[in-house]
């Protein structure tokens, strides 16, 4: 399947909504963020209106659940967006239902779209806007900062191996699918991991590519190293067709996996004798990885973002105090099935 039948494929049902008017003379308040259900949002940051969408499950507001709730962000891939990655392709809205974790779904900017990924160590605009993204949440929500997880499919998958290289302490583990590491700098703290590439991908080639990022196996190698991760035994799963290699540091906990898909293409895993189901292997991957409370605080550096390898040559800037300038400014019930 090509990538562009693969979008009209994806194609979501969703009524579109329309921004009420704001006084700018007032904070805007958002309604009850405990509401089960599907919310479209926009927040501004560093001048930059943001959209995206948030799902909270019923299990949210029940009495029966036991301390703060973990946060997904799930990023989608390049002309594609948040509505999209709610999608039942992807299953991350049916599964939040079921397991009770909260799920946020983003929108790159650009004309295709596209998340913009670090090549040198520095925070891009994409990855404050994340970083800010995951901060409201966690101040608005009960939101557990030691379960917060991020994944992605192509563009997205590059993003979050590139947003734990600039923003470590955000993330206890990412979920990168058919995405790469571009970025060669370690994580301010140790970050799990869970990659699927599959092996006959031509969008973003297993091995070598023209961007001159890392193969899918030295992505893995990368952060199995920045982590202090030693190699296991490799596990052949579905009658050798698929190939997991391991690397465990036994002593934080930290794990680096990755699941090498024989003919496997540029879509996302969704099992099969010849697959595995991507999305179910991650919920679980996280489950068993939250990040141990730190001693100290951490903080992350906010550099101009650098120029893009193959660009116009000019830099995306930002505010030098990046910040809210409003935060939520705009949340809308989004009604419909999300399909």
């Known amino acids: 399947m090509t990538p562009s039948h693969l979008l009209l494929a994806l194609a979501p049902l969703f009524p579109a909504t329309t921004p009420g008017p704001q006084d700018p003379g007032r904070e805007h308040e958002a309604p009850s963020t405990s509401a089960a259900g599907t919310q479209s949002r926009t927040m ?15 299990a949210y507001d029940s009495p029966d659940r036991k301390g703060p709730a973990p946060l997904v962000v799930m990023l989608h891939g390049r002309t594609s967006n948040g509505k999209q990655a709610a999608s039942a392709y992807y299953g991350w809205t049916k599964l939040s239902n079921q397991e009770g974790f909260v799920v946020a779904f983003p929108t790159a900017l650009g ?11 520095k925070p891009t605009d994409d990855s404050l806007f994340l970083a800010d993204l995951i901060d409201e949440l966690v101040d608005e929500l009960e939101v557990d900062p030691h ?35 571009v970025d060669p700098e370690r994580p301010s703290a140790p970050v799990s991991v869970i990659s699927f590439h599959g092996m006959s991908d031509r969008v973003v080639p297993y091995a070598k590519n023209k961007w001159r990022a890392a193969t899918a196996v030295e992505s893995a190698e990368r952060f199995a190293k920045h982590s202090g991760c030693k190699a296991v035994d490799r596990e052949e799963l ?13 002593k934080t906990g930290t794990e680096v996996s990755l699941y090498s898909i024989e003919g496997g293409d540029h879509g996302w895993p969704r099992g099969g004798r010849r697959s595995v189901e991507a999305t179910t292997l991650i919920w679980e991957f996280f489950k068993e990885h939250p990040r141990k409370p730190k001693r100290g605080p951490a903080t992350s550096t906010v550099p101009e973002p650098p120029k893009e390898p193959g660009g116009s040559g000019k830099t ?5 105090e990046h910040a809210l300038v409003s935060r939520t400014t705009n949340i809308e019930q989004v009604t419909g099935p999300i399909r």
């Open 44 to 58: 501004e940051v560093g001048g930059a209106e943001r959209r995206y969408l948030l799902h909270i499950p019923d």
């Open 111 to 121: 004309k295709p779209t596209s998340w913009k990924a670090s090549w040198a160590g």
């Open 316 to 320: 995306r800037g930002h505010p030098k």
């Open 147 to 181: 379960r917060v997880y991020m994944t992605g499919h192509s563009s997205g998958g590059f993003m979050s191996y590139s947003f734990a290289a600039t923003h470590g302490d955000k993330v206890a583990a990412i979920a990168p699918v058919a995405g790469l590491s």
């Open 238 to 250: 579905q009658s050798g067709r698929v190939h997991l290699d391991r690397w465990i540091n036994a």
